[in-house]
């Protein structure tokens, strides 16, 4: 059985370890010859949009942040010679990943094993542990 990886995703929040799982799969994209795709989710739930103008400065803050996580990304990518594609979704990150990389046609996604939240100290990742159990995209968990 051979196995063709051409499109990886990369769920991208800022962490070191979203930066390593970034360079993992530069460094196999370069070989395959694959596209890198950056995915930030904004931790925006959308019934939050009722509180008004408060929401509305925190949403384009935390948007303003994205783009700058999506850009470092696009210069390692550049850097290493492959195509990139920043983008930004919506929602609840593990789900909004999986959700993606099925839709997308994902072959492989990489993601950091702990992320921006402190309590992920205490425990694998919620969204590294959630994502294990709804991905239908392989994933690739780097430390």
């Known amino acids: 059985m051979r196995v063709e990886i051409k499109k990886i995703g990369v769920g991208l929040d800022g962490s070191e370890t979203g930066y390593r799982a ?20 904004l931790p925006i739930p959308v019934d939050f949009a009722e509180l008004g103008a408060a929401m509305v400065e925190l949403e384009a803050e935390l948007r303003k942040e994205a783009e700058a996580i999506l850009a470092r990304g696009s210069e390692e990518a550049k850097a290493k010679g492959v195509p990139y594609e920043g983008v930004i979704l919506e929602g ?4 909004a990943l999986a959700e993606y990389g ?42």
């Not at 590294?128 to 430390?143: A, D, N, R």
């Open 102 to 143: 099925e839709k997308e046609g994902l072959h492989l996604l990489a993601i950091g094993y702990q992320g921006k939240s402190k309590l992920s100290e205490l425990i694998m990742g919620s969204v590294t542990s959630k994502l294990l159990s709804i991905s239908k995209v392989p994933l690739l968990v780097v430390k």
């Open 92 to 95: 609840h990150t593990a789900e």
């Open 22 to 41: 970034l360079k993992e799969a530069l460094d196999l994209a370069q070989k395959l010859g694959a596209q890198v795709i950056g995915i930030h989710v």
